[in-house]
């Protein structure tokens, strides 16, 4: 069984993480802390892409040995047949390795994490989180409680396929998308609208018309998912933008972090991607 998902930035974004793990694990070798790599939509391990069946982000995670292994695997998936296949694979591909396979809600274990993460005995404890939601799953109230936590997240974050969507030209938003948009952003609709939008209008037989969307808005969309990450982490790393084959912009994936030292890897492992 395996997730039917994905095109080149399937491939890229794995790589982008085993690369970032390994210099992760290289820094943190020496280091007296428990290591925690958490993987919010962890999928069966296996993705079948362009014909072909590639492991996913957990297996390839899994294999690093050198320089260590993390201390503790959490998955974490939504879909049971995956999660079980995945559990499946792992107890006999990577019996040594101590795991943890959940069925569950991505959102609501990412709170739990970081209640584990606050309580005085796990002070010692850093996580390396990877968030890969198909579409605008997580919440930013799921975020906002990782504020001031030992954690490096990775996080995919569907702009072109899901907030641009829902940002229609003529600014005439159905209410549900206006929630999803809420929800997904943190923002009010009134914020959401002065960020993209220009401002209502009495039109010449005297309706008023709804803002337009501002030009460039995936460029914008970008930005602001940046500084709203920014007001939770420290530092966060230019987005490495994923095209479709028309080469519009379809995901936009941050590091988000609290160390110095993890922007610069990040920063280091993404350049390469871009030539």
Sequence with gaps: ????????????????????????????????????????????????????????????????DDPKPFDLYYF??????????????????????RCVVKSEDCNVKIKDMADYLRKPANKMTKVLAFIDPKGMQVKWQSLEILKDLGIDMWILVPLGMGVTRLLKKDGNIEDAWVKRLQVFLGMSEDEIRNYFYTDDRMNLFGE??????????????????QERLKTI??????????????????????????????IKIANDVIKPKFK
């Design 1 to 64: 069984m395996n997730n039917n998902f994905g095109g080149d930035w399937t491939s890229q974004k794995i790589e982008i993480v085993a690369s970032y793990t390994q210099a992760y694990l290289k820094v943190m070798k020496n280091q007296p802390f428990k290591l925690i790599y958490f993987d919010g939509f962890a999928g069966s391990g296996e993705i079948e892409q362009d014909e072909e069946i590639i492991q996913g982000a957990a297996l390839r995670i899994l294999a690093i």
């Design 76 to 97: 974490v998936e939504l879909i049971k047949k995956y999660a079980d296949n995945l559990d499946a694979q792992i107890k006999s591909k990577y019996p040594q390795r």
């Design 208 to 225: 008023m018309v709804s803002g337009q969307r501002l030009d460039n808005t995936i460029v914008r969309a970008a930005k602001l998912y």
């Design 233 to 262: 982490f420290k530092y966060v790393s230019q987005p490495f933008v994923m095209r479709n084959s028309k080469n519009s912009p379809m995901y936009h994936f941050y590091l988000a972090t609290n160390n110095t030292t993890a």
